[in-house]
C-alpha cells in the first residue's frame, strides 16, 4: 500500500469526477452481475466472534518498516505474477497478452463504485495496509512470511479498486478509513477481520471499536 502520491492525469480525474457525479444523482451503474471477486470473507456473525478473539494491543511503531521487508506481486504461474491474476480475477472479460499483462477489459471498483476500461486506472489494494501488518505484528515475521501475506489470495486480502481511492486510504485501520462507498462497509470490516484472525495481527483499541460499530450493523 502507497501514500497519496502526485500522479494524476487529466482523463483520470475526469473519469472519476464523472463519477461522483453520477453517485449524487442515483445513476451509477452497479457491479455487473459477472462480477468476479476475492475470496469470500467470513459472515459478519463469525466476523464478530472473530473479532473479540483478536488480541487489543497499543499499535506498534513503523521503525524499520520498508516494503520490501513483504516482498509481493510474485510469479504465481507462467508469466503471471499477482497483480495480474487479481486483474483477471476481479476483472469482466478480462484480455492478457504473452506476458500476462491486462490489456482490455472491464473492472467495477467496489470502495467507490467506479468502472474502468484501463488497467493502469487500478491498484490492487492490501485490505490490510503492509505498514498496518508490520505495527500489529508482522514487524517478528520471517520475510518468506510476510511475502505469503502480501501474496495472500486464498484469503480476501487483495482486490482490484480505483487507484487514487486506494491512495488515499494509504496504511490507515478501520478507525481512519473505510471505503466511500457505505453499501460495501459490511463486506470490508468482514475481510478485515477474517485477514487479521488468519495472520494472527493484533488491534488497537480504536479500530476494535470502528470495526464493531460496523459488525453490529450488518447481518
Keep these: 500500500m502507497s501514500r497519496v ?20 444523482t442515483g445513476l451509477l451503474a452497479t457491479a455487473p452481475t ?9 459472515s459478519a456473525a463469525t466476523a464478530r466472534t472473530y473479532l473479540g478473539q483478536l488480541a487489543v494491543r497499543t499499535e506498534g ?18 508469466a503471471c505474477n499477482t497483480r495480474e491474476v487479481v486483474l483477471e480475477r476481479d476483472g469482466v472479460n478480462v484480455v492478457q497478452d504473452s506476458s ?20 493502469s ?31 495472500d489470495l486464498s484469503r480476501p486480502q487483495l482486490i482490484a479498486v480505483t487507484d487514487n481511492v486506494n491512495q488515499a486510504k494509504g ?14 462497509r459490511c463486506t470490508y470490516a468482514r475481510m478485515w477481520v477474517h ?7 493484533s488491534v488497537d483499541s480504536a479500530e476494535k471499536s470502528a470495526l464493531q460499530s460496523v459488525l453490529n450493523g450488518c447481518s
Excluded at 496504511?171 to 460495501?184: F, G, H, L, V
Excluded at 485477514?195 to 495481527?201: A, I, R, T
Aim: hydrophobic fraction near 35%; aromatic fraction near 12%.
Design 100 to 119: 500476462c499483462a491486462a490489456t482490455s477489459g472491464r473492472w467495477y471498483s467496489e470502495y467507490d463504485g467506479a468502472t474502468w476500461t484501463v488497467a
Design 171 to 184: 496504511d490507515q485501520d478501520p478507525a481512519e478509513w473505510m471505503p466511500p462507498r457505505t453499501a460495501y
Design 5 to 24: 502520491y502526485a500522479r494524476r492525469s487529466t482523463r483520470r480525474l475526469a473519469a472519476l469526477a464523472t463519477s461522483a457525479a453520477l453517485a449524487l
Design 195 to 201: 485477514v487479521k484472525h488468519h495472520w494472527g495481527l
Design 61 to 78: 511503531s513503523s521503525t524499520g518498516y520498508s516494503r520490501d521487508l513483504f516482498p509481493h506481486w510474485s510469479t504465481q504461474y507462467g
Design 34 to 42: 459477472a462480477q468476479a471477486a476475492p475470496p469470500t470473507p467470513v
Design 121 to 151: 486506472d487500478l491498484d490492487i489494494d492490501h485490505v490490510v495496509p503492509l505498514a498496518e501488518a508490520w505495527r500489529s505484528g508482522a514487524n517478528s515475521w520471517t520475510t518468506t512470511q510476510r511475502g505469503s501475506f502480501a501474496n
